[in-house]
């Protein structure tokens, strides 16, 4: 089984900042995504970004630009750095990994953008 333990959610001025950190730990076997989704009330669960062990990393279209995710291997770590937040960003954001072709959620941490 795996944990993953999110943090860095909060509430932020719209054009502001936050980082949001994942780390994985238990029964840990070739972690290959590490990623991050968010879903709005009333709204269903979007991709936000995504990063395979090999380095290919996928934006949805209205993060790019403003986010980057990056992972410390060693650390069984990933991060999303979100720059330039806007209202529309607010959602409860999860981390999502993948090892040894099993999914795994973290518990959501939640992001709000006031105008």
């Known amino acids: 089984q795996v944990q993953l333990v999110e943090s860095g959610g909060g509430l932020v001025q719209a054009g502001g900042s936050l980082r949001l950190s994942c780390t994985a730990s238990g029964s840990i076997f070739s972690i290959n995504f590490m990623g991050w989704y968010r879903q709005a009330p009333g709204k269903q669960r979007e991709l936000v970004a995504t990063s395979t062990a090999g380095g290919s990393i996928n934006y949805t279209n209205s993060v790019k630009g403003r986010f980057t995710i990056s992972r410390d291997n060693a650390k069984n770590t990933v991060y999303l750095q979100m720059n330039s937040l806007k209202p529309e960003d607010t959602a409860v954001y999860y981390c999502?990994?993948?090892?040894?072709?099993?999914?795994?959620w973290g518990q959501g941490t939640q992001v709000t953008v006031s105008s």
């Open positions: 999502w990994v993948t090892s040894n072709l099993a999914h795994y």
